[in-house]
């Protein structure tokens, strides 16, 4: 009580000094103070210029907005940040979320049917680099560590893959599981129960809840900085995601309250951010092409993952190591031998590499573009997808004519691109496969696929098509077809097939590492 009356008696005063002439600088130093309280900044040594601080959302609207991902639970979260919990903090717990309503014995623990949990984990670990276990590593599978009491007295823990469902998470434990250190392969299975718990950020907080109960845990963060309550470390791009304008990789150091940011792999200068209390951030900084940016998000303290962002336009997971990275740009361009070298490469020239890729790519999209062809262009690895309605009659292989003056317009532009001077050496292999929808027999989809794949290839490298005679050993030489069936459908927004996209013709690029 005695410091509640001081706090009031100083907000008097200061009230007292501001309103009478020459309270001008204490009135400054109080907004000052309540500023660290609430925001820390982060700036790189070259940033020039003021962040703009006008917010078109408030957080509790910009997390209404966003889009869950598994992602954004990647970190380390506790309750009152402590697991060890003397008598009276568990009995605290216990009265808080009550207990589990479900049958122990069904989660693969050590335990009796008379046996209980609470109803919420006091404790939540998620994140391959946060969990350090075998099984955050499954592909496919985003694992989590939960926390329970156990009988009121003891800790027990499960193991759990989740998916994120609107504003829940659903918890799937593992029952049990082996790692072969021979052949690095897991084998696991998995319970028949789900937990289920609603879910809320803010900030650096995380509240679960379930049956009227709820419970606010804290990010377990690097730094014993209280002004730091939300992001530090470093994070690459997830490999397949896009990310915020061209940024591939952001880095926030805690000590200097220093930030670095990349587009395509190059250092920008000129970058800054607020971190605000409530989960906002505000992003500025000027790219490669002297453009500035402003972008207002909320963030996801992700610890040793790294972190997300996200508002309205996306999320934006930078969750990735730079080998993870690096070797994620590049391996679906790559023969599996050269993958195996990529850990030789120094960051250097795996930057140099990534760049080049990059710019290949961007080529690509933009020649395809300027020619107005109707095809899609994959960003990341740059794989060029054509509508086989357009090349083929139904459940035919051979070329049409329209498919045909299609294909001689496509190879302008395609070769006039991979065969460009600046790119001497570096593509080694075009992989042409055919793709089918899910419809019919998956043998009857191999064969059609395949020889849709020859039919476009024996069309390209004949002197039908127009491609140059100069051209032709090189492109014969780099040349091979696959048929795929229906093994890599498109799917449409509501994750369903989309049969029209998915029947299609791609022209896959492979590089050479020594060749750049």
């Given at each position: 009580m005695r410091k509640i009356i001081c706090l009031l008696l100083a907000a008097v005063m200061l009230l007292s000094l501001t309103a009478c002439g020459g309270g001008e600088d204490k009135s400054a130093q109080s907004d000052l103070l309540r500023e660290v309280t609430t925001m820390i900044s982060f700036e790189s040594s070259d940033f020039e210029g003021t962040l703009t601080e006008e917010h078109p959302m408030t957080a509790e609207a910009l997390y209404q907005s966003i889009e869950y991902v598994p992602e954004m639970f990647y970190g380390n979260y506790d309750f009152d940040d402590n697991s060890d919990m003397t008598d009276a903090e568990m009995a605290k717990y216990i009265e808080q979320?009550?207990?589990?309503?479900?049958?122990?014995?069904?989660?693969?623990?050590?335990?009796?049917?008379?046996?209980?949990?609470?109803?919420?984990?006091?404790?939540?670990?998620?994140?391959?680099?946060?969990?350090?276990?075998?099984?955050?590593?499954?592909?496919?599978?985003?694992?989590?560590?939960?926390?329970?009491?156990?009988?009121?007295?003891?800790?027990?823990?499960?193991?759990?893959?989740?998916?994120?469902?609107?504003?829940?998470?659903?918890?799937?434990?593992?029952?049990?599981?082996?790692?072969?250190?021979?052949?690095?392969?897991?084998?696991?299975?998995?319970?028949?129960?789900?937990?289920?718990?609603?879910f809320a950020f803010s900030g650096s907080q995380l509240t679960l809840s379930s049956g009227g109960k709820s419970i606010t845990m804290s990010a377990d963060l690097h730094s014993d900085d209280e002004a730091i309550f939300g992001i530090t470390g470093e994070g690459c791009l997830k490999i397949g995601t896009v990310g915020i304008e061209g940024l591939d990789r952001i880095d926030l150091y805690e000590s200097n309250k220093s930030i670095r940011g990349y587009q395509n792999g190059e250092c920008i200068d000129k970058i800054a951010a607020n971190l605000y209390k409530d989960g906002r951030v505000t992003l500025t900084w000027t790219d490669l092409d002297e453009v500035v940016h402003t972008r207002h998000m909320v963030y996801f303290n992700c610890d040793f993952n790294g972190?997300?962002?996200?508002?309205?336009?996306?999320?934006?997971?930078?969750?990735?190591?730079?080998?993870?990275?690096?070797?994620?740009?590049?391996?679906?361009?790559?023969?599996?031998?050269?993958v195996d070298s990529l850990e030789s490469l120094s960051d250097a020239q795996a930057e140099a590499i990534i760049q080049k890729k990059a710019d290949l790519v961007a080529d690509l999209a933009a020649a395809c573009e300027l020619a107005d062809?109707?095809?899609?262009?994959?960003?990341?690895?740059?794989?060029?997808?054509?509508?086989?309605?357009?090349?083929?009659?139904?459940?035919?292989?051979?070329?049409?004519?329209?498919?045909?003056?299609?294909?001689?317009?496509?190879?302008?532009?395609?070769?006039?691109?991979?065969?460009?001077?600046?790119?001497?050496?570096?593509?080694?292999k075009i992989l042409v496969e055919g793709h089918t929808d899910t419809n019919g027999d998956y043998d009857m989809n191999l064969d059609l696929s395949q020889k849709r794949a020859d039919s476009v290839q024996a069309y390209c490298l004949s002197g039908d098509c127009g491609v140059s005679a100069d051209l032709l050993p090189a492109l014969t030489a780099m040349f091979e077809t696959k048929g795929c069936s229906y093994d890599f459908p498109i799917y449409d927004a509501n994750g369903e097939v989309d049969m029209d996209a998915s029947r299609r013709v791609s022209f896959r690029l492979f590089i050479s590492l020594t060749g750049a």
């Amino acid at each position: 009580m005695r410091k509640i009356i001081c706090l009031l008696l100083a907000a008097v005063m200061l009230l007292s000094l501001t309103a009478c002439g020459g309270g001008e600088d204490k009135s400054a130093q109080s907004d000052l103070l309540r500023e660290v309280t609430t925001m820390i900044s982060f700036e790189s040594s070259d940033f020039e210029g003021t962040l703009t601080e006008e917010h078109p959302m408030t957080a509790e609207a910009l997390y209404q907005s966003i889009e869950y991902v598994p992602e954004m639970f990647y970190g380390n979260y506790d309750f009152d940040d402590n697991s060890d919990m003397t008598d009276a903090e568990m009995a605290k717990y216990i009265e808080q979320v009550g207990l589990a309503d479900i049958d122990v014995t069904s989660l693969g623990l050590d335990m009796d049917a008379d046996d209980t949990l609470t109803a919420l984990p006091f404790s939540l670990v998620a994140g391959p680099e946060n969990l350090n276990h075998v099984l955050g590593y499954i592909e496919g599978r985003n694992v989590a560590q939960l926390y329970f009491l156990k009988n009121g007295e003891y800790m027990n823990w499960l193991y759990v893959d989740y998916v994120i469902s609107g504003n829940q998470i659903i918890c799937t434990p593992f029952l049990h599981w082996n790692y072969n250190e021979a052949d690095e392969s897991i084998t696991y299975e998995m319970a028949d129960v789900q937990l289920v718990y609603d879910f809320a950020f803010s900030g650096s907080q995380l509240t679960l809840s379930s049956g009227g109960k709820s419970i606010t845990m804290s990010a377990d963060l690097h730094s014993d900085d209280e002004a730091i309550f939300g992001i530090t470390g470093e994070g690459c791009l997830k490999i397949g995601t896009v990310g915020i304008e061209g940024l591939d990789r952001i880095d926030l150091y805690e000590s200097n309250k220093s930030i670095r940011g990349y587009q395509n792999g190059e250092c920008i200068d000129k970058i800054a951010a607020n971190l605000y209390k409530d989960g906002r951030v505000t992003l500025t900084w000027t790219d490669l092409d002297e453009v500035v940016h402003t972008r207002h998000m909320v963030y996801f303290n992700c610890d040793f993952n790294g972190f997300v962002f996200a508002d309205q336009e996306g999320t934006y997971c930078y969750t990735a190591t730079w080998s993870e990275y690096r070797n994620g740009a590049l391996a679906d361009n790559l023969s599996a031998e050269e993958v195996d070298s990529l850990e030789s490469l120094s960051d250097a020239q795996a930057e140099a590499i990534i760049q080049k890729k990059a710019d290949l790519v961007a080529d690509l999209a933009a020649a395809c573009e300027l020619a107005d062809l109707n095809v899609v262009v994959d960003a990341n690895t740059g794989e060029i997808a054509l509508d086989a309605g357009v090349l083929f009659g139904v459940n035919a292989s051979d070329i049409t004519a329209e498919g045909q003056e299609f294909l001689k317009k496509f190879m302008d532009v395609y070769t006039s691109v991979v065969f460009d001077e600046k790119y001497s050496g570096f593509v080694s292999k075009i992989l042409v496969e055919g793709h089918t929808d899910t419809n019919g027999d998956y043998d009857m989809n191999l064969d059609l696929s395949q020889k849709r794949a020859d039919s476009v290839q024996a069309y390209c490298l004949s002197g039908d098509c127009g491609v140059s005679a100069d051209l032709l050993p090189a492109l014969t030489a780099m040349f091979e077809t696959k048929g795929c069936s229906y093994d890599f459908p498109i799917y449409d927004a509501n994750g369903e097939v989309d049969m029209d996209a998915s029947r299609r013709v791609s022209f896959r690029l492979f590089i050479s590492l020594t060749g750049a």
